[in-house]
């Protein structure tokens, strides 16, 4: 199964989620440029830009939510994070939630190594990993790793996790330059 009507009206992926990662950084935010990358319907890049003044820009991998969500173009485009197609401007703080986990091991790695070149400083992972229970329910879930194993594959690719939470699957990691 991939991304398609059939995913959406069964998993509900249009969640809070992007919201409560928002709530538990949002001290990080203002001052800051911030990419988004799996920005379902671009709610939260126009929250951050209208209501917060933030500098953000997002996309979402999923063409079938850009051509059939009621999603909010200015906000939102498609772009491809394991081969990005034209130019991505960097950003200080990127945001990738439940984006890795719906690819294949070598997918997830080049777009770990693509976030941590679209930052200059802070990248903000959000993932669900083997311990959470909808894991393995999710069917077009791919990469199977448990949080220590993705902590490690993320550092070892050219940051350092300063924060991590197993419960919100989420790693807060610095660049290394």
Not at 49 to 62: A, H, K, Q, T
Not at 115 to 125: D, E, K, M, Q
Request: net charge negative; with cysteine.
């Amino acid at each position: 199964m991939d991304f398609d009507k059939t995913y959406f009206e069964k998993y509900g992926a249009f969640h809070r989620g992007d919201y409560e990662v928002f709530e538990r950084h949002k001290g990080m935010f203002p001052s800051n440029s911030v990419l988004w990358v799996g920005s379902f319907q671009g709610k939260i890049v126009k929250h951050l830009r209208e209501d917060l003044g933030v500098d953000c820009r997002g996309f979402d991998i999923n063409k079938y939510v850009i051509e059939n969500a009621n999603f909010i173009p200015e906000y939102n485009t498609w772009n491809d994070i394991v081969n990005p197609v034209g130019y991505i401007r960097p950003a200080d703080i990127v945001v990738c939630k439940d984006v890795l986990e719906h690819l294949c091991f070598e997918d997830a790695i080049k777009s770990i190594k693509n976030l941590i070149g679209l930052t200059n400083h802070l990248l903000i992972i959000g993932i669900t990993v083997s311990e959470h229970d909808s894991y393995f329910t999710d069917v077009t879930h791919k990469s199977f790793f448990g949080f220590n194993t993705w902590g490690e594959i993320i550092e070892y690719y050219g940051t350092r996790i300063l924060r991590k939470s197993k419960k919100y699957g989420e790693y807060v990691c610095l660049r290394i330059k």
